[in-house]
């Protein structure tokens, strides 16, 4: 038998949403597999892509592009899915003997027995093999750019064990794609993307206390750290000053790029739905803290899509188009 065969029977994970497809769809044989690169939930894919596709089309306005390199939204969406899912893989072999602790991650495959540690090795090397793909297909000052965030992403399961602010560190991980998509296309590293990434850093750290409120009880008898427990009852003010500082500084990282009245307006309704998140937010109802949580991604495509609409509007005036 191989630590790919027989290892615990198949059961969903407590947070997957109800009929996801790995759930309904999926092999019974790569479920666990699934589950374990959280392709069951896919709003952590889409929270590390949206930086990359907003700095991509930051760049193609400022540098006069009609639209954001579609080969690059592509890479970077591949790239997205395979680099979250072997996060989640390494953060769930270092973590298999807390999360049979906690009520809300007990059931994940490696601490249930659903996959064992030599097959959960091998699966995040796969992944590791598609994002090095993906990342080799870059420009080569990208490669270097993505090659520098490793000790970033390898080092965040760990934080939890030795500060309460581990949300600091996944910000810096989450937001590494605010740098790719500029590289991509200017081979450097200019004060937009500065801007965007700090700002980027901010929103992460914002969502993932949320987040982290669903755990707060058992991460305390655990004893790991996290935000939701750092400030308790004030978390609403942490929210909203971590909230108003990503909106900020997207703000002048669109002003630094030139960017027009489309951005503007997407940023508005981005910042709209942070708001709405900081008004709603109650620490002791779970279900509210994951559905303000998974509400980013909304927020995040309304910037992309005004960042996008402003590249083609921009290049068609300065074309005299309109």
Request: glycine share 10%; net charge neutral.
């Amino acid at each position: 038998m191989t630590a790919w065969e027989g290892e615990g029977a198949s059961a969903p994970v407590a947070d997957a949403g109800k009929g996801n497809w790995v759930d309904t769809y999926a092999p019974a044989a790569l479920r666990p597999y699934l589950r374990l690169a959280r392709a069951d939930r896919p709003i952590g894919s889409w929270l590390l892509l949206l930086p990359c596709w907003w700095s991509t089309a930051l760049a193609a306005i400022a540098a006069g592009h009609a639209y954001p390199n579609p080969l690059y939204l592509l890479l970077f969406a591949v790239g997205a899915i395979a680099m979250r899912g072997a996060g989640c893989t390494w953060n769930d072999i270092l973590d298999r003997d807390i999360d049979r602790k906690v009520e809300r991650t007990r059931n994940r495959p490696l601490a249930s027995g659903q996959v064992g540690l030599v097959g959960a090795s091998v699966f995040l090397a796969l992944q590791l093999a598609v994002g090095l793909a993906v990342l080799l297909c870059l420009p080569r000052f990208a490669i270097v750019t993505g090659v520098a965030s490793i000790g970033v992403v390898a080092i965040y399961p760990l934080m939890k064990r030795i500060t309460s602010l581990p949300q600091v560190i996944l910000g810096i991980a989450f937001s590494w794609g605010a740098l790719m998509g500029w590289a991509c296309v200017f081979r450097s590293i200019d004060d937009p993307a500065l801007l965007l990434f700090a700002g980027s850093v901010c929103w992460v750290f914002g969502y993932d206390t949320i987040y982290a409120h669903q755990d707060r009880e058992d991460d305390a008898m655990v004893g790991i750290g996290s935000t939701a427990l750092l400030f308790g009852d004030k978390s609403r003010l942490a929210l909203a000053v971590s909230y108003l500082a990503c909106f900020s500084l997207f703000a002048a990282a669109l002003v630094s790029a030139g960017a027009g009245l489309f951005s503007a307006l997407g940023l508005m309704g981005f910042g709209l739905g942070l708001y709405r998140q900081v008004v709603r937010l109650d620490i002791n109802d779970g279900a509210r803290c994951l559905a303000l949580f998974k509400s980013n991604r909304d927020a995040g495509l309304i910037l992309f899509a005004g960042l996008v609409i402003d590249a083609g509007v921009l290049h068609a005036v300065a074309a005299g188009l309109l």
